[in-house]
């Protein structure tokens, strides 16, 4: 079983859905997860980061995480074709000696 | 822009060489961090600099090797190119100090392809 999965897609929309995002994991050591946005031919970035479980959110983003069930999700509320671009989730314990696992990365493309 | 650089943007050899790729770190950040992005394998961390030590190791091959010099910058050196070894490699810096940070800020990436 690999420590992170995530759905490729591609997963295409209208413009204005409600998009959810998933990943599931198998270490239960894992305290911080993240999300990052990558365009296609850039470098990702970081939108969101949770510690623990919980929901966070920013602006159109939100960020949820089930630790018993071992799944987080990253939804985004009137989506637009600007958010077309691949979403990588990453998780950490953030122990020292510790790294961060990312997901393959979902294509995400939002239909004008 | 996440103020990080890295250079050179493509790269095309061919196998068996050795190539050198660079990364300057955002200013102020001291930790430095490698990744290899493949269709296959995602994004792979292969290894963590901070203030010129190495930091933590992950995926990386032993025909791979990197270093952190005294103003900061990074280069990461793969020798003996195979064609596997062709992907996408990024340098993210980080302020934080120990160990993998949540907030990493990402270069845009050198395109290695090993024909």
């Known amino acids: 079983q690999k420590e992170v999965e995530q759905d490729p897609g591609p997963l295409s929309v209208p413009e204005g859905a409600i998009v959810s995002l998933n990943c599931t994991y198998s270490?239960?050591?894992?305290?911080?997860f993240m999300w990052y946005r990558q365009y296609s031919r850039k470098g990702p970035e970081l939108l969101m980061y949770?510690?623990?479980?919980g929901n966070k959110e920013d602006g159109r983003f939100t960020a949820q995480v089930d630790k018993s069930s071992k799944y987080i999700s990253l939804f985004i509320r009137d989506s637009q074709p600007s958010d077309s671009a691949t979403y990588l989730c990453?998780?950490?314990?953030?122990?020292?000696?510790?790294?961060?696992?990312f997901g393959k990365g979902t294509r995400l493309h939002i239909l004008p | 822009d996440s103020g990080v650089t890295q250079t050179p943007k493509h790269l095309i050899t061919a196998t068996g060489q050795r190539v050198t790729l660079r990364c300057s770190p955002r200013?102020?950040?001291?930790?430095v961090y490698w990744y290899q992005q493949s269709l296959d394998q995602g994004l792979q961390f292969l290894i963590q600099?901070?203030?010129?030590?190495?930091?933590a190791k992950g995926n990386i091959l032993e025909r791979f090797s990197a270093q952190q010099f005294p103003d900061l910058h990074s280069e990461l050196n793969l020798s003996s190119l195979e064609l596997g070894d062709s992907a996408l490699y990024f340098c993210?810096?980080?302020?934080?100090?120990?160990?993998?940070?949540?907030?990493?800020?990402f270069g845009p990436g050198t395109r290695l392809t090993v024909t």
């Open positions: 993210a810096s980080s302020t934080l100090a120990g160990g993998p940070s949540y907030e990493q800020y």
């Open positions: 270490n239960s050591a894992f305290q911080y």
């Open positions: 949770t510690y623990s479980s």
């Open positions: 990453a998780m950490s314990s953030m122990n020292r000696d510790d790294k961060i696992i």
């Open positions: 200013s102020g950040d001291l930790s």
């Open positions: 600099y901070y203030n010129g030590e190495e930091r």
